[in-house]
């Protein structure tokens, strides 16, 4: 049975490449938001984005943190890292600069996310301590396939690093 995850990311840079690893289908993921929803739930406000979080996160074994090049720096993401971290989830985080964009671009690669997040929980940053991918390949298409080969893989490595700090 596939693992279920919840994918965290920068919505307005990076949905495009979200949804190429979310068609790997190698993994149950959480169905992505369009912008109109994200827009709505961002309009009810903090309290409104949380509860929608935490919802989407409810029986889900792995944040994946799919980075781009300003993810780390997004407010949402860094506390879905931490909520992940906090409830006992692993958490991955994988480069997708390297995937091409709907207009066929690729992006500089962004910074570790891990870094600038300290969940309660543990009382220091996540650098060092959950893994952070990044794909081999020099095209779009040869990192794609090495997210597709070793996606399952790397979610299990991330569980089990949580694991060692229960």
Not at 12 to 25: E, L, P
Not at 63 to 87: C, F, M
Not at 126 to 155: C, E, R
Request: a positive charge.
């Amino acid at each position: 049975m596939a693992r279920k995850v919840f994918y965290s990311f920068h919505f307005k840079n990076d949905f495009w490449r979200t949804q190429q690893v979310r068609n790997i289908n190698a993994l149950e993921g959480q169905k992505l938001a369009t912008a109109n929803d994200w827009e709505q739930v961002k309009q009810r406000g903090d309290n409104a984005v949380k509860e929608w979080i935490a919802k989407q996160m409810e029986g889900k074994s792995c944040v994946v943190v799919l980075v781009g090049e300003s993810t780390s720096n997004r407010r949402w993401v860094k506390h879905e890292i931490a909520k992940a971290w906090n409830d006992g989830k692993g958490v991955l985080g994988i480069h997708i600069n390297k995937l091409k964009d709907n207009s066929g671009n690729s992006s500089p690669k962004g910074s570790n996310p891990f870094e600038n997040v300290v969940p309660t929980s543990l009382g220091r940053n996540l650098g060092g301590i959950a893994p952070i991918k990044t794909p081999s390949g020099a095209t779009s298409q040869a990192t794609y396939a090495s997210i597709k080969d070793n996606i399952v893989d790397w979610i299990e490595e991330a569980i089990e690093a949580r694991r060692k700090y229960k």
